[in-house]
């Protein structure tokens, strides 16, 4: 069987476990009617269908339906009857071709003057030769039916569920109101909280050190002439915190803003932070244009965070990055060849990196399906 032969078969396998689950769950909903209808219990449900329907039609997994509750009650009346009705299309044509190609080689322990059912329903199973003819004929109408019918219905169920389940425009525009106004407040937070972190850097360290080398200074200029030792020593150890000051400032700032950035650009930090990689990594980075700083920041430490994740969660060997500019969007795509199975939720910085990026009104997908690879997808807004 070639490529096409399999995967056309594949996708009849899976749309018969799609639209058997779909006849069971619609019968379920039938019955429990009087539960679903309350938004509480049918929103869950509605979720969970629409999670089924995207993996059918190779999308993204969705979050959460947050629809209206007369879209969802709908979706679950229109869900029902579509669900019954092409379930029953394809018990119809694949149960009845299963049939077939069970009893036809038993048609002799079948009572005296039994008749062939389906297509050729009437007609008595006197030998062999008719069984077999008959039998075999209908098994491969049946076959062909199904095989040609199940993969376009499971694929218009999955698009009628997704259709009804997305957000409209309006209901779009809400959602991403509410979500900029949470991560502004996360920002805000989080804005607040980094500037306490940085006065305490300079305040306990930076700080501390200027005080100690203006002692030192003070004591060293009353020493002048009086004991030359001291005044030496005194100032080695000026010349040495002075050192360290700077070394403490040039941390702090680097968290704020990386020096590199201002330097070369985002494309040459990019460049100098994959040469540093703990792991191979090809850079294609595009012509980029005139980036916002806060862009050109956001886009680095993602791709520092990726490539730091990749080094010591995934195993990986190699990894890529994609930096491209389309209009006014930035889109960043990171990809390793590592163990995948990706849990933002543990604590492995994708948390951090969606909200940095969130703040900037741009949006992260993740990718991560067990056994790799990983791929973080970052979009983000940079002016036209």
Known sequence: MNHHGAGRLSATLRGLGYLLASLLTAAVALLGLPVLIVPAMARPWASWHRRRADRLLGRPRSGPVRVGAWRILGWLGTYIVTGLAFGLVVVMCAGNAVATAVTVPLWWALPPGTRAGGFAAGVPLSGWGTALTLGTAQFVVLAALTYGLVPPLARLHARICVALLSPSAAERLAQRVETLTETRAGALNAHGAELRRIERDLHDGTQARLVAIAMRLGVARESLGEDPELVGRLLREAHENTEEAMVELREVIRTIYPPILADRGLAGALTALGSRS???????????????????????????????????????????????????????????????????????????????????????????????????????????
Request: hydrophobic share 40%; aromatic share 2%; with cysteine.
């Open 278 to 384: 703990a792991i191979d990594t090809t850079l294609d980075i595009g012509d980029l244009g005139a980036v916002p700083a806060a862009v050109e920041a956001v886009a680095y430490f993602t791709i520092a965070e990726a490539l730091t994740n990749a080094a010591k969660h995934s195993r990986a060997t190699r990894t890529t990055v994609r930096v491209v500019r389309v209009g006014d969007r930035l889109s960043i795509e990171v990809t390793d060849d590592g163990i995948g199975g990706v849990d933002e939720t543990l604590g492995t910085g994708i948390a951090g990196i969606r909200h940095r990026v969130l703040a900037l009104d741009g949006t992260l997908r993740l990718h991560s399906p067990a056994g790799g690879p990983t791929t973080i997808t970052v979009s983000l807004p940079c002016g036209s």
